[in-house]
């Protein structure tokens, strides 16, 4: 649910108006008083998206008080010349007044409505607000076809944020697969801390690798537990706890996770796996830039301890992460894709085995499609890393490799059709 504005109303109706307006009202209904006013005070809500304003209208429902209409059918306002809106009057009970009883006996009109439809009615309302009878037939005739052009318009527009919606949740499935698996590499610990949890539905969901935001959480004890004994944190202990953050999908949950990382390295901090480790449970959290920093650390301690391995490793998961930053980015940073080719680069010189070439073969294909400056380059990273996925066969890597090869195909297709439409 999305609101852009709460606009209270400005204009404050002079008592001699209202004295007038109940003493006119009390000719049809005996004992009418203030406390029947239903517009004394007013509230505008303006959303985006309709799907946002029902939302809203819900939401409205759902607190203690009174609300008229009881059907958005009956709230919603329509006019010739084009205004459209959701009427509502309310009055408030409960913890909402802060215990104020002179609150309780005043009704608010609240009307809710999209950006677009306040557009028009701002566009309108002096001209035509009670006074739609001394405008030409012809004229409110052109109004409303201008209004109705704008309600396909908000229709249009709520149509292309599902569609984006759709394609987010469709790439944050994919991330979310990918990074599931490469976090797996803390399963040495997988069974030693699920024998600790309680038999039941979450465990057997556990056992069976279905993940979830609410079984994750049971993996939080047994890890603290071993998060205060220095022998038992691991690297393997932050990638389970970045498993759990991963899915649990929680600000605080990724924040303790990365708080576990920062003990690991704490506890030796001139080693370079720890960095390392932390970067790759950052990129899993979509924390790039921390990602892309604590990784060019590790790197430069590796450097220092000689490890040509951890260095090659390091370098290559700088590259795919920068992929990553670029696809997200409204702007490129050229000379960070530079960096990152370059370091792809001479990690692929470095690898000895098959299977390290090929992974550091497909983060150049994907470093290519993200960074790709024409539909030539991206084709190319396509092409490479179809190479790459023909060449892996079996296995964990296997698998590894159709999660990566997917979201890479799927991003590259996502970028040749922005060329297009940008040509």
Same mark, same amino acid.
Not at 373 to 390: D, H, P, Q, S, T
Not at 399 to 411: A, P, T, V
């Given at each position: 649910m999305v609101i852009r504005a709460v606009v209270p109303r400005t204009d404050i109706k002079e008592i001699k108006k209202v004295i007038a307006k109940i003493e006119d009202k009390k000719e049809n209904r005996r004992g009418y008083g203030l406390s029947h006013l239903e517009d004394l005070v007013g509230v505008k809500i303006f959303c985006p998206y309709a799907t946002d304003v029902r939302q809203v209208i819900d939401s409205m429902r759902n607190h203690e008080g009174f609300i008229v209409p009881e059907t958005n059918r009956e709230a919603r306002r329509k006019t010739k010349a084009g205004y459209r809106g959701f009427h509502f009057t309310l009055q408030l009970k409960g913890p909402l007044l802060v215990n104020n009883e002179d609150l309780t006996r005043i009704k608010c009109e609240v009307q809710v409505k999209t950006m677009l439809e306040e557009a028009w009615d701002a566009k309108t309302h002096d001209i035509t607000y009670k006074s739609e009878s001394v405008v030409d037939q012809f004229l409110l005739g052109r109004m409303g076809e201008i209004s109705e052009a704008l309600a396909a318009f908000d229709k249009r527009s709520e149509e292309l944020k599902k569609e984006i919606l759709k394609r987010h949740t469709e790439e944050r499935k994919r991330k979310e697969a990918v990074a599931s698996v490469y976090l797996s590499e803390a399963m040495p610990l997988w069974k030693e801390v699920l024998s600790e949890l309680q038999d039941g539905k979450e465990l057997r969901e556990l056992r069976a690798r279905n993940f979830n935001a609410k079984n994750v959480l049971r993996l939080i004890p047994p890890i603290e537990k071993r998060r205060d004994d220095k022998n038992l944190l691991s690297p393997h202990l932050c990638r389970l706890a970045g498993l759990v953050a991963l899915y649990a999908r929680g600000q605080h949950i990724d924040i303790w996770a990365l708080d576990l990382c920062d003990d690991l390295i704490h506890k030796d901090p001139q080693l370079s796996r720890p960095y390392l480790v932390k970067g790759s449970v950052c990129w899993a959290l979509d924390q790039l830039d921390e990602a892309l920093e604590v990784t060019k650390t590790g790197i430069e301690k590796a450097e220092e301890e000689n490890d040509q391995g951890s260095v090659a490793n390091g370098k290559a998961n700088f590259a795919y992460w920068v992929g990553e930053k670029v696809w997200n980015a409204s702007e490129k940073d050229?000379?960070?894709?530079?960096?990152? %080719?370059?370091? %792809?680069?001479?990690? =692929?010189?470095?690898? +000895?085995?098959?299977?390290? +070439?090929?992974?550091?073969?497909?983060?150049?294909?994907?470093?290519? %499609?993200?960074?790709?400056?024409?539909?030539? /380059?991206?084709?190319?990273?396509? +092409?490479? %890393?179809? /190479?790459?996925?023909?060449? +892996?066969?079996?296995?964990?890597?296997?698998?590894?490799?159709?999660?990566?090869?997917?979201?890479?195909?799927? =991003?590259?297709?996502?970028?040749?059709?922005?060329?297009?439409?940008?040509?």
């Open positions: 050229t000379k960070l894709a530079s960096q990152a %080719i370059k370091y %792809i680069d001479e990690a =692929i010189r470095s690898a +000895r085995k098959k299977a390290t +070439r090929l992974s550091y073969s497909d983060t150049k294909g994907f470093l290519l %499609i993200t960074t790709g400056k024409n539909a030539k /380059e991206i084709r190319k990273g396509m +092409r490479l %890393i179809r /190479e790459v996925r023909r060449q +892996r066969t079996g296995g964990i890597l296997e698998k590894l490799s159709r999660l990566f090869f997917d979201r890479h195909i799927s =991003i590259a297709k996502q970028r040749l059709a922005l060329l297009k439409t940008d040509g």
